[in-house]
């Protein structure tokens, strides 16, 4: 059974700093995506990462995968506000065909 | 516009009532997913349909039905079955046989039975 842990599970943070998300997951895959949800609303594509040392970055948000280490990282650097929200890591096994196993999710807080 | 449209936003019922959700895309996608997600916690698959007239059940299917008649639409069922329905439904789309699975999400039906 394919697991995604991501932690830390809650963060909060101030304005102009630097933190890093983890996420692991258990099984052979090349693909992880990223996901971001507002309270209340729907889940939003972030990053979409296909091969083993693909790096993305989108603004003050950088996501990274080492298929190898089964570990996925985003980055954010210079916190604001506006990126407070829950963030979603997401794994397709080989087996698994289209189906995605999520994280839990990694509620982030960012405060003035 | 292409994108998922799930209708309708709200949904209230009695308890004891089948209720059906509404799923449509028109991304000329092949497979469709619902999710379940409770307040402060991840998404638990119900039920997801690769193709056409065929669908598996997810890791929480109890409860619920799924058809898949057109490509373009997968709706839900909660049936009375269900033991705990009130929660935030989210369906799902992507690709398949591409290089990626990337799944583009609806808006979300929110329900709540009592």
């Known amino acids: 059974e394919l697991k995604v842990e991501q932690n830390p599970l809650f963060l909060s943070m101030q304005e102009g700093k630097n933190y890093t998300i983890y996420c692991n997951y258990s099984t052979t895959s090349d693909r992880l995506y990223w996901y971001r949800q507002d309270p209340g609303k729907s889940l939003e594509s972030l990053f979409v990462?296909?091969?083993?040392?693909a790096v993305k970055q989108e603004g003050r948000l950088m996501a990274s995968l080492d298929t190898k280490a089964r570990l996925s990282t985003l980055h954010i650097t210079a916190a604001v506000h506006d990126l407070s929200a829950t963030y979603f890591c997401a794994v397709d096994g080989e087996t698994s065909g289209s189906r995605l196993t999520f994280g839990e999710g990694t509620q982030l807080t960012v405060n003035p | 516009d292409g994108g998922i449209t799930q209708s309708p936003k709200y949904l209230f019922r009695k308890e004891g009532q089948n209720v059906t959700l509404s799923c449509e895309q028109n991304?000329?996608?092949?497979?469709m997913y619902w999710y379940r997600q409770d307040p402060g916690q991840g998404l638990r698959l119900i039920y997801y349909?690769?193709?056409?007239?065929?669908?598996q059940k997810g890791d929480i299917a109890e409860g619920y039905s799924v058809s898949r008649e057109k490509k373009e639409s997968f709706p839900l069922t909660v049936t009375s079955a269900q033991k705990n329905p009130t929660a935030f439904y989210l369906c799902?789309?992507?690709?398949?046989?591409?290089?990626?699975?990337?799944?583009?999400f609806g808006p979300g039906t929110r329900l709540t039975v009592t």
């Open positions: 349909s690769q193709i056409v007239n065929d669908f």
């Open positions: 990462l296909l091969s083993n040392g």
């Open positions: 799902a789309s992507s690709i398949r046989g591409q290089q990626s699975y990337e799944q583009y």
């Open positions: 991304l000329n996608h092949d497979a």
